[in-house]
């Protein structure tokens, strides 16, 4: 299966497959429906003042007019890939059923800086498709790159938590929340946030294998990326 490219190209612009409802008012887990859309859920309001403030003072110490309120509205937002703190007020407006979805993978990667390369994290050699639990926004107004202004679309990202035992050795700080299993999978498309919630945590130790090093090579990149970063 495709999945985006590694850590060392734009995430926040490639589209991906995920796995979400039809539309708001479908409560089942049968009525889900696969969709592309965009890696990078927006970006709190004061992440963007703070960057909208610090251009419009590089703006000012030239002395070139600013309009802040255009500047603002303006600003890049390249989109928060991961979410982990989900008692934040800016997250838990997506954290009802409608907002949550099932982002498909095979491996992911996390950087090892000791080696300077990939580490690609699966369940066995033959990589069998698991699901990251995602959130997602429907038809989000924002600018991505300033070359192409404000956009109208779709976007998502998944869920991080602790690290077990095998991704904590390379990447100490967060694993992704990784579904195993269709109850927990339809636990998470259909359950109230106090149950869900229980999703958010790392797998048990020994879970996951060591599937390849540095960037991941196959037949399948001869038609486009395919490893999850």
Not at 22 to 38: I, N, Q, S, V
Not at 128 to 138: D, H, L
Not at 182 to 204: F, G, I, S, V
Not at 211 to 229: I, L, M
């Amino acid at each position: 299966m495709s999945e985006p490219p590694g850590p060392h190209t734009s995430l926040e612009f490639y589209p991906w497959i995920i796995v979400r409802f039809r539309c708001t008012k479908c409560r089942r887990y049968g009525d889900a429906r696969l969709a592309m859309t965009r890696w990078g859920m927006p970006s709190s309001k004061k992440a963007l003042l703070d960057a909208a403030t610090k251009r419009a003072d590089k703006l000012r110490a030239k002395n070139k007019p600013v309009d802040f309120d255009l500047l603002l509205r303006m600003e890049p937002d390249g989109g928060t890939t991961n979410v982990r703190n989900t008692s934040s007020s800016h997250w838990k407006r997506w954290l009802g059923v409608e907002s949550r979805c099932l982002v498909p993978f095979n491996s992911f990667s996390e950087f090892d800086w000791g080696t300077k390369q990939d580490v690609w994290f699966a369940f066995g050699e033959e990589r069998p498709t698991a699901f990251f639990a995602g959130i997602w926004a429907r038809q989000w107004t924002s600018v991505r790159k300033i070359k192409t202004g404000e956009e109208t679309i779709d976007l998502y990202a998944f869920l991080t938590t602790d690290p077990n035992a095998e991704v904590g050795a390379i990447h100490p700080k967060a694993m992704p929340v990784i579904l195993t299993t269709p109850e927990e999978c339809e636990t998470w498309m259909t359950a109230p946030w106090e149950q869900a919630r229980a999703l958010q945590r790392p797998l048990p130790d020994g879970s996951l294998d060591i599937v390849a090093r540095g960037r991941k090579q196959d037949a399948a990149e001869q038609s486009g990326p395919n490893s999850f970063a």
